[in-house]
């Protein structure tokens, strides 16, 4: 027989409040410092082509440079070696491209829309991937969320991105390119800092 507890509630004061505190904007010099750190890295592991994943609940490596989440929908950033930037954005968050932080082109890409929105294209997702250039790329990195750290897997090869994303991907790619999780340039602690 389990003993009785008696809770009793009280009130307590409302936590303070900080009104006069102003919001600190990240400074166009920081993207570039941003953008910098993130192609020095990329170099550092011979990669010339790197596309990060982003959705609403896995965003922060995307708006690392963007400035932005994607709402509702799913996107990728496409950075090259060069410095290069393609957006690759649903029908909903096409119109944030003006709005990012670093110099883009913009892809439209309808399956990263929402269901049932439109979907009419002209091209599969890995024609759309190839117009950023992938069929050039030596050494593709692809940054999802998770940093793997597995002790028996092979961690480079572990990929937490759409299923359909990764195919458009090793469909366009040339078939000499390797392919690994390159999320660790983001947040993995051996990164230049």
Known sequence: MSAQRHIKLSPIDAPPRFNAVTKVAISDETIIVRKAKVIANMAQANIDYLLVYADKEHGGNFEYLTGFIPR???????????????????????????????????????????????????????????????QQAKKIGIVGWKLFTSKLDDNSQLFDIPHFIFDAIKQSASPVATIINATSLFIGSDIAA
């Open 72 to 134: 509702f929908e799913e996107a990728a950033l496409v950075l090259h070696a060069s410095g290069e930037v393609f957006l690759l954005l649903g029908n909903e968050n096409l119109k944030l491209s003006q709005y990012a932080r670093v110099s883009n082109t913009a892809i439209h890409v309808p399956y990263f829309s929402l269901p049932n929105q439109p979907m009419e294209n002209s091209k599969t997702l890995a024609e759309l991937l190839a117009d950023t250039g992938v």
